[in-house]
T-cell receptor
Framework: SQELEQSPQSLIVQEGKNLTINCTSS?????LYWYKQKYGEGLIFLMM?????EEKSHEKITAKLDEKKQQSSLHITASQPSHAGIYLC????????????FGQGTRLTINP | DVKVTQSSRYLVKRTGEKVFLECVQD?????MFWYRQDPGLGLRLIYF???????EKGDIPEGYSVSREKKERFSLILESASTNQTSMYLC?????????????FGPGTRLLVL
């Protein structure tokens, strides 16, 4: 079965610094989703990537899917306290009905 | 605006109790999902439903059942709660289509079984 590995598991950065979170799959990714979760709350959809080499941005967050479609990265530029939370990547299992498998999450803390 | 609601944010139950977790979506989505989230394990799929009265087991269905009598409502049932079912439970919904569709999540229910 497909597994997703996220790294790092936790990350503490100074406000204003850039950071990157990685999501690696053992199999080809046909649909890769990034979500953000505030502590103790539900998941908020950030972006979806489908094509090899695809890159999407929203405000200060950029997500990329590599050409081989086995790794995705989430990059935050000039981090702010509002970026703090847990970031999860999810991948389409390719079994229809949009069932996803998720990574274990990356806990991001922003220090002022 | 897309909305998925869950009946409770926090629940405390005793071992052996029957527990109902309710999820409602107002987007007319066909697909609905129940996950549990545990530290270090990420989200794991318990059950999902792609239509009224239709259900399919996910990765960890043991100890759980589900009910979907109406399109907008998907219930997760713990027949006899056990302490290892203490967890955060998340409901999600998505549109059924030939395209890849985003799953929209509820706020979660944090369940403590004593």
């Amino acid at each position: 079965s497909q597994e997703l590995e996220q790294s790092p598991q936790s990350l503490i950065v100074q406000e204003g610094k850039n950071l990157t979170i990685n999501c690696t799959s053992s199999k080809t990714l046909y649909g890769l989703y990034w979500y953000k979760q505030k502590y103790g709350e539900g998941l908020i959809f950030l972006m979806m990537l489908q094509k090899g080499g695809e890159e999407k941005s929203h405000e200060k967050i950029t997500a990329k899917l590599d050409e081989k479609k086995q790794q995705s990265s989430l990059h935050i530029t000039a981090s702010q306290p509002s970026h703090a939370g847990i970031y999860l990547c999810g991948a389409d299992r390719g079994q229809g009905a949009q069932k996803l498998v998720f990574g274990q999450g990356t806990r991001l803390t922003i220090n002022p | 605006d897309v909305k998925v609601t869950q009946s409770s944010r926090y629940l405390v139950k005793r071992t052996g109790e029957k527990v109902f977790l309710e999820c409602v979506q107002d987007m007319d989505h066909e697909n609905m999902f129940w996950y549990r989230q545990d530290p270090g394990l990420g989200l794991r799929l318990i059950y999902f439903s792609y239509d009224v009265k239709m259900k399919e087991k996910g990765d960890i269905p043991e100890g759980y059942s589900v009910s979907r009598e109406k399109k907008e409502r998907f219930s997760l049932i713990l027949e006899s709660a056990s302490t290892n079912q203490t967890s955060m439970y998340l409901c999600a919904s998505s549109l059924l289509s030939f395209l890849r569709e985003t799953q929209y999540f509820g706020p979660g229910t944090r369940l403590l079984v004593l």
